[in-house]
């Protein structure tokens, strides 16, 4: 690139998961020596309660350009909806003063649809990472909207692809790249056999597990448009009677997350159970990879999992339409299934194929992001 004026690319993080899947995006943006990159960051990624994920961004040596407190934090709908309206005209001025040649934005969350809405109505064209895809609840909602105000697509399956065309999308803005977090995951080094010593994390309570110890990863969320759709209580009765050492991570931000949060905290006196609010993005990866089951409904099990071989039980219908892989386990709302399938699994790797996983799938997205705003820059 030989212009005289660098190129201003802004990125919006709101919680603990859009950062991971960005990181490798960003340490590639950061190469490029024309282009000077922004973080804005909004919603529960900045909250004590949720483990301050910000902290994972400066430990990586990034800078901070602005930190946008908008979240509020009563378990409801409307505090949803005023959240993204307080966001909105927070993320307005922060635009209006920082002028971006082009936002950066991953998912399907509805705190993304703040700064989305705010670029969009201020002419400021956007990069959608993960659009076209199908899970389940309100995301798929706001996942088509983020779309529609996007400028540039970049999908991680040939499905999403044909379904953003399908929507109207043109065929030369959708790049099927794969998924960056896949890839950065899949690339990491990673030791045969687990050690809770190589946690980077100090939890409240140390966790001790041997190295080849059987324990599993339990991630619930919860569904806004159905608050029955993974009932905890249960889920964690029936994982308690395995007596295996088992990370439970806390809830997202979403309507109806305080029952999830109240079961999580009835068994706090289980010594075997490890109540996690926040892992660094590579304890996450280490510690997932050699678990002998991940459960819940989380996306991560399975868009991630299946680069480990790991076993997923799917649990509800939050995922309903996602595309899977063959390590996925679905078993609805069939929890006497769930204790069988956990035995059936505790010792079973699956065949590592990951249908999110694309080589070069950073570089590739960059590529295109440093391309256009360098032609747009120069019409301008």
């Known amino acids: 690139m030989n212009n005289n004026v660098k190129k201003t690319i802004c990125i919006a993080l709101t919680n603990r ?10 340490l590639e943006l950061k190469s490029y020596e024309d282009i000077n990159i922004y973080i804005v960051l909004s919603s529960s990624i900045l909250l004590d309660r949720y483990g301050n994920g910000y902290k994972d961004i400066l430990n990586d040596g990034f800078k901070i350009d602005n930190k946008i407190d908008c979240a509020l934090l009563n378990d409801s709908h409307e505090a949803m909806a005023k959240t993204i309206g307080l966001s909105i005209v927070e993320h307005a001025s922060y635009f209006s003063y920082r002028e971006p040649d082009l936002l950066l934005i991953v998912g399907d969350r509805y705190d993304m649809l703040a700064p989305v809405i705010a670029a969009g109505t201020m002419n400021i064209p956007i990069a959608h990472v993960q659009g076209g895809e199908l899970s389940g609840t309100i995301d798929n909602v706001i996942r088509d909207v983020l779309t529609k105000f996007s400028t540039l697509h970049f999908v991680a399956t040939e499905k999403s692809a044909k379904n953003l065309i399908k929507y109207g999308i043109h065929e030369k803005n959708v790049h099927n790249f794969g998924c960056p977090a896949v890839e950065y995951m899949t690339n990491l080094p990673l030791e ?13 309570n140390p966790v001790h597990i041997k190295k080849d110890e059987k324990f599993l990863v339990v991630m619930v969320h919860p569904d806004t448009t159905n608050e029955n759709d993974v009932d905890m209580d249960k889920v964690l ?6 007596n295996l050492k088992t990370y439970i991570f806390y809830p997202n931000i979403d309507a109806n997350n305080t029952e999830i949060v109240s079961s999580i905290a009835s068994y706090r006196n289980n010594s075997n159970f490890s109540m996690i609010r926040h892992m660094p993005l590579e304890d996450y990866i280490y510690t997932m990879s050699h678990c002998s089951c991940l459960i819940g409904n989380s996306s991560s099990g399975i868009r991630e999992s299946a680069s480990f071989g790991v076993p997923c039980i799917n649990i509800g219908y939050r995922q309903a339409d996602r595309e899977r892989n063959k390590n996925t386990i679905d078993i609805g709302e069939n929890y006497e299934l769930l204790e069988s399938m956990i035995s059936k699994n505790l010792t079973k790797r699956y065949k590592i194929d990951n249908i999110y996983y694309q080589k070069n799938c950073s570089k590739r997205i960059v590529n295109e992001i440093a391309n256009y ?8």
Not at 237 to 242: E, G
């Open 373 to 380: 705003v360098m032609k747009e820059k120069n019409v301008k």
């Open 17 to 26: 998961t859009n950062y991971s899947k960005l990181k490798s995006t960003l």
């Open 237 to 242: 009765k029936i994982i308690s009677k395995f």
């Open 192 to 204: 045969d056999s687990f050690d809770s010593n190589k946690l980077s994390k100090k939890f409240k």
